[in-house]
C-alpha cells in the first residue's frame, strides 16, 4: 500500500496567517491527491482535488501544489472557520490512504 | 441535492456482527462506485471498503479483509457494510462517501454512524 506521510501534525497559528501543510507519498502518485478539513461532529469537505484543482465552493485562499511524491495545502490568510485538522489522501491505486492528519490550532 | 444518511451503529461484543446501512438520494445511485471510510478516536481517516457501480468489484483494506463485506442494492438506493468478528480496534464513526464517478476522491459524505465494540 503507498504510505501517506503529513506534517507537522500540529500547527499553532494566527488568524491571517499564512499557513503550509506537507504530504509526502511512498512512491509517485502523479497528481492523485485530494485535500480535506476535518470539523469534529461533522463530516469531512472535500477542498482540493488532483493535486491543485479548487473544488467548487471552497474559498480561494485554499491552494494545493505538488506532483509525483510531494503536495502541499496552503491557506493564504487563515480565517477563523479554518481552525480544523486536515487530511491528505491519495487515489492513484486501491488500498486508498490518508495521510495521518494535520491540526491547526489557534496560537 | 446528493444526501447519505447512515444507520446501524451502536455498541456490540468483540466477536460479534452488525451491518451499518447508508441511505442514498439525490443523485442515480447506481452510477456510483461507492466506498465506506471511518475515524477511530484519537486517530486518522481509514478507508475501508469500495463497490463498483452495478457491485461486481469490490475492494477492501487489508485491516478489514475477510471480517468486512460491502454490498449495495441499486433498487434501494441502499450501500451495507456488514462487519463481522468485530475487534476494539474497529471501535470509529464509519462513514459513507461517494466517489466523483471518474476518480477516488470522495466528493459526498454522509454524517457517520458510531460504532463502538466493547465488552
Known amino acids: 500500500d503507498i504510505q501517506m506521510t503529513q506534517s507537522p501534525s500540529t500547527l499553532s497559528a494566527s488568524v491571517g496567517d499564512r499557513v503550509t501543510i506537507t504530504c509526502r507519498a511512498s512512491e509517485s502518485i502523479s497528481t492523485w491527491l485530494a485535500w480535506y478539513q476535518y470539523k469534529p461532529g461533522k463530516a469531512p469537505k472535500v477542498l482540493i482535488y488532483k493535486a491543485s484543482s479548487l473544488e467548487s465552493g471552497v474559498p480561494s485562499r485554499f491552494s494545493g501544489s505538488g506532483s509525483g511524491t510531494e503536495f502541499t495545502l496552503t491557506i493564504s490568510s487563515l480565517q477563523p472557520d479554518d481552525f480544523a485538522t486536515y487530511f491528505c489522501q491519495q487515489y492513484n491505486s486501491y488500498a486508498l490512504t490518508f495521510g495521518g492528519g494535520t491540526k491547526v490550532e489557534i496560537k | 441535492q446528493v444526501q447519505l444518511v447512515e444507520s446501524g451503529g451502536g455498541v456490540v461484543q468483540p466477536g460479534r456482527s452488525l451491518r451499518l446501512s447508508c441511505a442514498a438520494s439525490?443523485?442515480?445511485?447506481?452510477?456510483?462506485?461507492m466506498h465506506w471510510v471511518r475515524h477511530p478516536p484519537g486517530k486518522g481517516l481509514e478507508w475501508v471498503a469500495a463497490i463498483s457501480f452495478d457491485g461486481t468489484d469490490k475492494y477492501y483494506a487489508d485491516s478489514v479483509k475477510g471480517r468486512f463485506t460491502i454490498s449495495r442494492d441499486n433498487s434501494k438506493n441502499t450501500l451495507y457494510l456488514q462487519m463481522n468478528s468485530l475487534r476494539a480496534e474497529d471501535t470509529a464513526i464509519y462513514y459513507c462517501t461517494r466517489e466523483t464517478g471518474a476518480t477516488e476522491y470522495f466528493q459526498y459524505w454522509g454524517q457517520g454512524t458510531l460504532v463502538t465494540v466493547s465488552s
Open positions: 439525490g443523485f442515480t445511485f447506481s452510477s456510483y462506485t
